[in-house]
RNA sequence: GGUGGAAUAGCGAAGUGGCCAAACGCGAUUGACUGUAAAUCAAUUGGUCUCCGACCUUCGGUGGUUCGAAUCCACCUUCCACCA
């Protein structure tokens, strides 16, 4: 059995634990059962969801038993650390959706399946529901008191904040936690909470709920939290949230976000991300080092991720629509690639009478196309060479026949090096 | 309430009767270089056209003076400063 800990060590996935020699000598003596908590606040996970799952994933692959925890129940209240507003309720309908959704995604990255110790998906609704009021408060909250929760980082900071304040609700929220770990330490042995820093409060009170109740020690590791070079906040664009979801998020455009990881962030992002060995990350980090133009390490972090989530054959289709929306040539292209490029790109359509005859005037359809915002600013954009057709740089004296149109519909317009556009003949 | 001053393109800021579609700076767009980065250099930056030229619409608003107004006059609107 590999050494977890010296592997999450390497990876910078290690933050802290609780008894560090205490959880390492019970790693050492055999497999145990583990658990991570996902929110479902929407029906679909995305990049910063990434790291406790392969976390999870990487204990797995070391034997361990992990267990995935959907919060039906907590993800009605709201978990109030790293959040500076009270949040929304959600119906219990959104939760139950947005499980289901999850559970799917949840399969690409964890094995249910092994006979050895294959991953679970729970639901803390199905034991959280049926504990009333009273017996929740004598059973749990007399463990924990209001001192401690006082104390913590994610409600201290809400205090403070006299505008917004927090609510009894969320004030609630890390008791559900606590009573989530100690619920699975006596149904299902879990020994370990894993998790990211913010939710350390969280995860310690469920440590001292266990050990009160059941007199039995249990540990709580967490894991940094993901942040860009500049420490904003990872798994945002400025088209917002990356998700893993391809219907949210397009593989070109996931593809894509991961090749655009800075240079600084990138053999991070490897470590975490990535199943690949030292050895490989190492090279590439020495690549990097010794050619960064070629962004080796970002092409290699971007495949590994897209064919994770998307499967191969959605990376094959990303690597060409990104070979085609940097200037590449449409040689050999077929429609169903086209299509995906289609996708991502401003569709308009035109009236295929236009280009009958002597054709379109190029600049007129570049401002169809939204590329420009006058005619005279296309024929500006025309004479200094920005503007191409089907990825080929127009003469702005060219017309626009229907020769011109890709498999008998497409006009693909392109200004500058990344503003597309596509018109589509009807 | 009083007295001065200001309002110009995406922003900042020149321009005080014709040579003004309006200097300059920033920003933006395009090109070269490049790594889908940064920096740098160049071009463009109200609109239309038959585009080396012409026309149309713009300098807070409305009217006026003039052959001609961003520029002068009147009124209006908004903002700023100082004084109460």
Redesign the pocket.
Known sequence: MTDILAELDWRDLYADSTDRDALAQRLAAGPLTLYCGFDPTADSLHVGNLVPLFALRRFQLAGHHPIVLAGGATGMVGDPSGKSDERNLQTPDQVAHNIAAIRGQLQKFLDFTTAQNPACLVNNADWTAPVSFLEFLRDVGKHITVNTMVAKDSVRSRMEERSSGISFTEFSYMLLQGHDFYHLRKTLKCELQVGATDQWGNITVGTELTRKKLGVTVWGLVFPLLTKSDGSKYGKTAAGTVWLDAQRTSPYRF??FF??S??SDVIKLLKILTFLSRDEITALETGLAAQ????GA??AL?REMTTLVHGPEALAAALKA?EIL?GGSLDGVTEEIFNDVVGEVPTLDLERAKLDGAGSAI??LV?QAGLA?????????L????I?LNNVRAEHTRAVTPADLLFGKYLLLR?????YAVLVAR
């Open positions: 593809y894509q090749v655009n800075d240079d960064p133009g070629a962004r970002q092409k971007a990104s940097f600049a007129d401002v915002p006058s005619k005279g600013q296309a024929r500006k954009d004479d200094a060479g920005g191409y200004k500058g090096k990344r503003s």
